[in-house]
């Protein structure tokens, strides 16, 4: 069997650059690769919904820009299936399933849930589509036999989980689903970017994000008002880098030919943290900086996401298109999960038989 991914986002609002460093990155150069099979990227709006029951109309709305912010990024509909949860009905399914094999304990215990439902004030009143949408996850994974996930270091508890449900299907049906990997982002800034005002993640909701899709002017204006050191007040104080949300970025996104183009008083990023470290560098010449780097990387970006933005008919066939291949492969594996659980009466040919001569006589 081939190397296989399958990798995906929550439609409540545009892409920021914490998915673009911890996922969307990494998404682009896997796919061009060549070293996978297969890479499903999935717009996980049934998950969306789990905790935006209430306002569908915010996941609706979001679908087109997830979508676009995939395509602007890089991702390219004839390398990668890119499609939408909720057109593959043969997920639900199988999450239904997998239901069986977890205990409520276990899902209480998973970190990531924990800390999701104290984000979002849960801890009275949880959504049961919320609470158990570890097991959506395994199988919106297992659906396409996915052997690679990658995803950030938040979602470890997650594809741990994952890979108990395989084994403990497999375990007791026969060897049926693939157990999955996470890949972990290589560049250790990328693990969990920070937000522009030095808050441990960047979120919609706080109001501190970076969009690729962003102005020029929009993302000067972000760069420039960026957390630093607030114990650097004059440009002669020493400096810290740790904590530091521009240097935090800088580890992100700047490259060694980057100082020859836009600052060439430098050499490299550790020359340049050794000089703010001991004072006489100033933070707005480190955020002009960080700035041109970022327009280096977003402005084609927004120019393609600009060209996809006249066409949002073609970005729907893509999405319809895309969406029909995967539920194909996912019918497939809930086929086979039928057959090992011997719930596939119909296509039983020897129970048929069996039970033809158990009441013929």
Not at 183 to 204: E, F, I, Q
């Amino acid at each position: 069997m081939g190397k296989i991914i399958l990798t995906g986002d929550r439609p409540t609002g545009r892409l920021h650059l914490g998915h673009f460093v911890g996922s969307l990155r990494r998404r682009v150069e896997l796919q061009n690769s060549g070293l996978f099979d297969k890479i499903f990227i999935m717009i996980a709006d049934a998950q969306a919904l789990t905790d935006n029951a209430d306002n569908p109309e915010k996941i609706r709305q979001n679908i087109i820009e997830v979508a676009l912010d995939y395509l602007a990024c890089g991702i390219d509909p004839t390398k990668s299936t890119i499609f939408i949860q909720s057109q593959v009905a043969e997920l639900c399914e199988l999450a239904f399933y997998y239901m069986n094999l977890v205990t409520v304990s276990r899902l209480q215990r998973n970190p990531t849930v924990k800390t999701e439902i104290q984000m979002r004030n849960f801890e009275t009143s949880i959504p049961v589509g919320f609470f158990t949408y570890p097991i959506s996850q395994a199988s919106d994974i297992t659906a396409f036999r996915a052997t690679t996930v990658p995803a950030g270091e938040d979602q470890q508890p997650m594809i741990e989980q994952a890979r108990e449900i395989v084994r403990r299907f497999n375990g007791i049906y026969g060897d049926t689903l693939v157990e999955p990997e996470i890949l972990l982002p290589d560049n250790a800034a990328c693990m969990r970017l920070p937000g522009t005002d030095g808050k441990a993640k960047m979120s919609k909701s706080l109001g501190n994000c970076i969009y690729p899709s962003d102005s020029s002017e929009e993302v000067r204006k972000r760069v420039m008002s960026m957390y630093t050191d607030p114990d650097h007040i004059r440009v002669e104080d020493p400096g810290k880098v740790e904590g530091n949300t521009v240097f935090t970025y800088l580890d992100a996104f700047c490259r060694p030919e980057h100082f020859a183009q836009y600052w060439p008083d430098y050499s490299s990023l550790d020359e340049l943290k050794a000089h703010y470290m001991r004072g006489g560098l100033g933070d707005v010449k480190v955020k002009k900086f960080l700035y041109a780097i970022l327009e280096e990387l977003l402005t084609p970006i927004r120019e393609r996401r600009k060209e996809w933005e006249k066409d949002i008919p073609a970005v729907f066939d893509i999405l319809k298109r895309g969406s029909e291949a995967a539920r194909e492969v996912a019918a497939g594996t809930l086929a086979d999960v039928r057959r090992a659980m011997r719930i596939d009466y119909f296509d039983d040919t020897e129970l048929i038989a069996e039970q033809s001569r158990k009441f013929q006589g």
